[in-house]
Each structure stands twice: as structure tokens, then as C-alpha cells.
């Protein structure tokens, strides 16, 4: 895939219709010998009939050959024609006729269709000029990636959209809906726009908490909502909806990441997953032991969880920004890190921060749970059923005194995958019914609905089973979770009402956390990924060098949103409270600028010997 047209549109050199200054232009590299860009010209001369604004539309060669032996001659035909003003005559003429069945005959025949003059075309052809420009054009186009036909350039992007009218439309002259939602798209894809989501959505909460309209703030997220089922009934407030349900979404996502690492991932291998998971475990003892030396004995020591957390939405992103410098190994292994770390953030709230226990509500949620692993276990691959029981799993969760979003945790565990399934067998199925039904539509002899239908239920057939249920489950989460669940956590709780009273950077909670974060996590974790390299039990992602090991290590010192979490749960004293997640956003900051320096200045891998430290 192409970002962008490897030249742009000449009109001395392109053949081109309609207004070459026009900023609405459809660039195609096309063949002749191509069914599939046989069916694509009737559909852009459609969109080029109802246009009712100037567009460029150009057409450049790039013959296959798997269109058979002559597939520079039809393109060499078309440019012959050119010289006597003819190309876009003979180049209609030739879709029409040429079909890779005798195709010097039908060249013949397209050029008399479009009226050439025959002997001054024949000499043309024979011109090698002509072939060496033509050959030119197809080594430009596989240089920048353009292999396959046909490829459209809209607007100076390569086009992915369906081959509609339409659709086709709607890339060369977007209306503002379209434009929103493919900047959005845009947004969604780049890697660091979970965090800044985030960032965004924290700033928001701080500067609301400490303006003039702080009451409205606080009297929002104190609203209480609730539901009555017969004589139960439950009731809290928003704070705590978005803190013990919207949360409970984002521990399923987190849960069926883990769940797909464990299977497939980083962490399928025993040998791979040491090393993640060694530097995840020095990662959280480190920073709970830094935050107990200043806070062991006093009423802060509940809280040695809080800077254990790693968020991975943050530190991803702040790797993303630094682009090539990072090697993808070491962002792979950052990925699994903070996964690995996620699931000690888990053990540590269902272990350590749990609110006295209700074995009746523990007793239901093993009876759900159980349900949920014989549905596993009897290849239940419908998600409905998971989901339904998995509400049922949180109401039980919720009233046993463990925190209610290990239910999402748990369904994450019962939600089924498949066995990966060969590729291309399941391809040549897809293929094979559409094949049918171009050849069904060709001859006339099919309903076009009908055999819309017919097409549409054979995809949703490979694409369901190439896709497993937790697979399909994570994909259809993921955005919600990130751009959804997250910002409101952060618009929930990232409210702190600062003042100078508050800002006790000396203290001993403060002193804990963000030396615990900025300090503990990077020691942590360089320590637990040498001492397992060391000792030969695993290795350091081969192409990262020993200090781009210790600026992730910095990175992982974000603790933001599972930080705040645990924090919720370690203090119910509100000053605490507010005083240990404004040390969390002050640690954040700086270990995201610490790191983000850092790898930036890194060196490369070859600097440093891979045995070196």
C-alpha cells in the first residue's frame, strides 16, 4: 500500500480528462488485459458523467504479467494511438475488446473501432521509444509499492473504498459528515491517540474542578442512579458507576489482550514471556518498596499498590511518537510489559483492596462463572450468551467484596477462541462463491439482489470464522474502551482541587509515589530484564540496545489511569486521595518526558554490544 502518488499529475506527460488543475483528481494505474479494471471503468465513467464540478481523471499503465504474454502491447497500442490524439478513443476501444484471447487481433480491431489511421499506427507501435516509456512508468509505479491493478489515487491517497458510484463520490468531493468521520478514523489509527484522549480529558477535569464552577463538578459525579430488581436493589453514584462498571469494560479489553498474548502473542512461549514478565514483577516491587520506605508504619502505607501500575494506553503512545527511533521489537516487548503489569495491577486489587468478603455473592459468582466455562467447554461460540452471563457475573462480583471489575477479567478468561484456521483455503472458498456469482451476473442467469445476498452471507461465513468470538469480541471493545470508557475515567477522576495547601511536594505520600513511578519502575524493570538475560533464562529484544531497555523502563513510570484506579481503592480520605493522584499526574509527566528524551537521544544498536550492559 501507497501513502501517496509516487508523481504528481503532468498533464504534458498523463493523459488526463477533464481540468489537470482541478483539486478533485482520480489517478488509476490500470491494464488493459484486467477484468477487474474493465468493471471499474464503467463505474468511474459513471462518476465522471455525473460530476457536476471540475475532476482530473488519469490513466497509467501498469500491465501484469499474469495477464497474459502481451501485456505490454496493449499499452504500447494505446500510447501509439496517442500520437495521432487518439488515446482515450483507443483506450475505451481497447476495455472493449480486448479479452487475452488473441489479443494482436484484437488490438487490430480496437484500433480500426476507434477510427486510427492503421499504417501510421502500425509504425508507431514499432517504435521502441514508446515500449522503453511505457517500462519507465511500471518500474516508477512497483518502486513505490503499486503491484497489483487496479490501484486509484484519490485526492493523492491510495483509495480502499468500495468500488461504487457513490462511495467513489464521496472520496472526490467529501461532504463535512465524511470529512469528520475520516479525519476521526484517522485519529483512531494513530498509536498515541489514546493518550492523548486522555490528556485531554484530565486537563478538562482539573481546569472545571478548579474554576468558578467547581460545585457543578462535584454535585455531577455525586449524582446517585440505581436500579431495583424485586426487593434488590443497588444504587451509587456516578463516580462510582464509571469507576466500578465503565471500568469493569476496560478489564475485559484488558483481560482478552492478555488472554490473546497468552495463547498467540509474546507471552505463548514460555521462554519469550520470561522476560516481560520478569521485568513487569522488578517493575512493581521496586516502586512498592521505594513508596514503603517513606511510608511504612504511617496511614499512608495502603497505598504501596499505587505505584505499581503501568498505563498502557500513555506509554504506547509516547513510543509511537518516537517513530523509527524505537525499534519494533522493543515497542513489542514494552506491549507485553505493560500487559504482563496490568495483570499484576489485577492480582493486587482482588488480593489487596478487596472490602470484606460476602461468601453468598463469592458462591454466585463461581455458579456464573462455572456456567460460562461449560459453555466454553461445549464450543458455545455466540457472544450473546457470554455477555448476558457476564452482567449477571459483575452483579455477583460487586456484592462479594472483591472489586467488581474482575468480572471482566473472568469473562475475558470464559470467552472462546478458535483454532487458527489455514488462510488460504478459507480464501479460495470466498473466492471460488464470488467467482460463481461475477460469472452468474456476467451470463445474465442471476437475480442481482438475490445474488447480493447470496455473496454477503458467504463473506460473513470466512470473515466469522477467521475471527474468533474474543478476537471479534476485543476488535468491537477496543475503540470504545480506549475513546469511550477511558476519557470518562479520567473526567471523573482527574478532578483535583489544587491549591498551595496541596501541593506538599515534600511529604511523605507525594515523596512515595513519584519516586516510586519516576525512580522505582525504571530500576525495577532494568534489573528484572538483566537478571533474566544474565542468568540465560531469556533475551533482550536482540536490536535494542541495554539503554533503550532503561527509557522504556522510564516510560512504564506513567501510572495514570491504573494508578488513580488503585489509588480509589487504597484512600477513602479525601485530602489522601486528592494528594496521592496529583503525585501520580506530577510522576506521569515526568516519566513521560524522561523517557520520551531519552530513547530520543539513544543510541543505535550497533553501538553497544548486546552482551554489554
Given at each position: 500500500m501507497s501513502n501517496g502518488m509516487p508523481r504528481p499529475i503532468e498533464p504534458i506527460r498523463d493523459h488526463v480528462v477533464g481540468d489537470p488543475?482541478?483539486?478533485?483528481?482520480?489517478?488509476?494505474?490500470?491494464?488493459?488485459?484486467?477484468?477487474?479494471?474493465?468493471?471499474?471503468?464503467?463505474?468511474?465513467?459513471?462518476?465522471?458523467?455525473?460530476?457536476?464540478?471540475?475532476?482530473?481523471?488519469?490513466?497509467?499503465?501498469?500491465?501484469?504479467?499474469?495477464?497474459?504474454?502481451?501485456?505490454l502491447d496493449c499499452a504500447i497500442a494505446s500510447e501509439a494511438a496517442a500520437r495521432q490524439g487518439m488515446f482515450w478513443a483507443m483506450h475505451n476501444s481497447l476495455f472493449r475488446n480486448v479479452h487475452l484471447a488473441d489479443v494482436?487481433?484484437?488490438?487490430?480491431?480496437?484500433?480500426?473501432?476507434?477510427?486510427?489511421?492503421?499504417?501510421?499506427?502500425?509504425?508507431?507501435?514499432?517504435?521502441?521509444?514508446?515500449a522503453e516509456e511505457v517500462r519507465q512508468d511500471i518500474e516508477q509505479a512497483r518502486a513505490h509499492g503499486i503491484e497489483r491493478v487496479p490501484t486509484l489515487f484519490i485526492r493523492g491517497r491510495e483509495y480502499q473504498g468500495a468500488w461504487d458510484v457513490d462511495s467513489i463520490q464521496e472520496a472526490i468531493r467529501p461532504p463535512l459528515a465524511a470529512r469528520v468521520r475520516t479525519?476521526?478514523?484517522?485519529?483512531?489509527?494513530?498509536?498515541?491517540?489514546?493518550?492523548?484522549?486522555?490528556?485531554?480529558?484530565?486537563?478538562?477535569?482539573?481546569?472545571?474542578?478548579?474554576?468558578?464552577?467547581?460545585?457543578?463538578?462535584?454535585?455531577?459525579?455525586?449524582?446517585?442512579?440505581?436500579?431495583?430488581?424485586?426487593?434488590?436493589?443497588?444504587?451509587?453514584?456516578?463516580?462510582?458507576?464509571?469507576?466500578?462498571?465503565?471500568?469493569?469494560?476496560?478489564?475485559?479489553?484488558?483481560?482478552?489482550?492478555?488472554?490473546?498474548?497468552?495463547?498467540?502473542?509474546?507471552?505463548?512461549?514460555?521462554?519469550?514471556?520470561?522476560?516481560?514478565?520478569?521485568?513487569?514483577?522488578?517493575?512493581?516491587?521496586?516502586?512498592?518498596?521505594?513508596?514503603?520506605?517513606?511510608?511504612?508504619?504511617t496511614p499512608n502505607s495502603a497505598g504501596w499498590g499505587v505505584p505499581m501500575a503501568t498505563d498502557i494506553a500513555f506509554t504506547l503512545g509516547v513510543l509511537a511518537l518516537l517513530g523509527s527511533r524505537v525499534p519494533t521489537s522493543l515497542k513489542v516487548f514494552a506491549a507485553a510489559l505493560a500487559i504482563a503489569d496490568d495483570l499484576g495491577a489485577i492480582l493486587v486489587l482482588a488480593v489487596a483492596y478487596n472490602h470484606g468478603f460476602s461468601w453468598i455473592a463469592i458462591s454466585a459468582a463461581a455458579m456464573v462463572t462455572g456456567v460460562l466455562i461449560v459453555m466454553n467447554r461445549v464450543r458455545v461460540f455466540a457472544l450473546w450468551p457470554y455477555l448476558s452471563f457476564g452482567a449477571l457475573l459483575w452483579l455477583a462480583v460487586y456484592f462479594s467484596g472483591?472489586?467488581?471489575?474482575?468480572?471482566?477479567?473472568?469473562?475475558?478468561?470464559?470467552?472462546?477462541?478458535?483454532?487458527?484456521?489455514?488462510?488460504?483455503?478459507?480464501?479460495?472458498?470466498?473466492?471460488?462463491?464470488?467467482?460463481?456469482?461475477?460469472?452468474?451476473?456476467?451470463?445474465?442467469?442471476?437475480?442481482?439482489?438475490?445474488?447480493?445476498?447470496?455473496?454477503?452471507?458467504?463473506?460473513?461465513?470466512?470473515?466469522?470464522?477467521?475471527?474468533?468470538?474474543?478476537?471479534?469480541?476485543?476488535?468491537?471493545?477496543?475503540?470504545?474502551?480506549?475513546?469511550?470508557?477511558?476519557?470518562?475515567?479520567?473526567?471523573?477522576?482527574?478532578?483535583i482541587a489544587i491549591s498551595l495547601a496541596s501541593l506538599q511536594l515534600a511529604d511523605r505520600l507525594t515523596l512515595g509515589i513519584v519516586l516510586g513511578l519516576v525512580l522505582g519502575k525504571p530500576l525495577g524493570i532494568f534489573l528484572g530484564t538483566w537478571l533474566v538475560h544474565r542468568v540465560g533464562i531469556g533475551e533482550k529484544p536482540s536490536d535494542a540496545t541495554w539503554q533503550q531497555v532503561l527509557g522504556v523502563g522510564c516510560l512504564c513510570g506513567i501510572g495514570f489511569t491504573m494508578s488513580i484506579f488503585i489509588a480509589n481503592e487504597a484512600f477513602s480520605d479525601v485530602q489522601q486521595l486528592d494528594q496521592a493522584k496529583l503525585a501520580i499526574m506530577i510522576a506521569s509527566v515526568l516519566s513521560a518526558m524522561t523517557g520520551f528524551v531519552w530513547l530520543r537521544r539513544s543510541r543505535p544498536s550497533n553501538v553497544v554490544p548486546t552482551s554489554s550492559v
Open positions: 488543475e482541478a483539486k478533485a483528481a482520480v489517478v488509476e494505474y490500470g491494464d488493459y488485459g484486467c477484468a477487474d479494471c474493465r468493471r471499474l471503468q464503467e463505474v468511474l465513467r459513471e462518476v465522471r458523467d455525473e460530476s457536476g464540478q471540475p475532476l482530473t481523471y488519469v490513466f497509467r499503465h501498469l500491465p501484469l504479467a499474469s495477464s497474459g504474454e502481451h501485456e494482436p487481433q484484437q488490438i487490430e480491431t480496437a484500433a480500426k473501432d476507434a477510427g486510427l489511421d492503421l499504417e501510421k499506427f502500425e509504425l508507431d507501435r514499432a517504435d521502441p521509444v514508446i479525519l476521526s478514523e484517522e485519529f483512531a489509527r494513530w498509536a498515541a491517540a489514546g493518550g492523548v484522549i486522555l490528556i485531554v480529558f484530565s486537563l478538562i477535569a482539573l481546569i472545571w474542578r478548579n474554576s468558578p464552577w467547581s460545585e457543578s463538578y462535584e454535585h455531577l459525579w455525586h449524582i446517585s442512579a440505581g436500579f431495583t430488581l424485586g426487593t434488590q436493589s443497588l444504587s451509587m453514584s456516578l463516580h462510582h458507576w464509571v469507576n466500578d462498571l465503565l471500568m469493569a469494560i476496560f478489564f475485559l479489553v484488558v483481560g482478552l489482550e492478555l488472554k490473546r498474548e497468552l495463547l498467540t502473542g509474546e507471552l505463548a512461549d514460555v521462554k519469550r514471556a520470561v522476560l516481560p514478565v520478569a521485568a513487569a514483577l522488578g517493575g512493581m516491587l521496586a516502586p512498592a518498596g521505594i513508596f514503603l520506605i517513606f511510608n511504612l508504619g472483591l472489586h467488581a471489575t474482575l468480572a471482566g477479567v473472568i469473562l475475558a478468561a470464559t470467552i472462546p477462541t478458535r483454532r487458527e484456521v489455514r488462510l488460504l483455503p478459507m480464501l479460495a472458498q470466498g473466492a471460488i462463491g464470488i467467482r460463481q456469482s461475477i460469472a452468474r451476473l456476467e451470463a445474465g442467469s442471476a437475480d442481482e439482489p438475490h445474488e447480493r445476498e447470496r455473496i454477503t452471507q458467504r463473506a460473513r461465513t470466512v470473515i466469522g470464522r477467521l475471527e474468533p468470538p474474543a478476537e471479534h469480541l476485543e476488535h468491537l471493545l477496543q475503540p470504545w474502551s480506549s475513546f469511550g470508557v477511558l476519557p470518562v475515567f479520567a473526567l471523573a477522576n482527574a478532578g
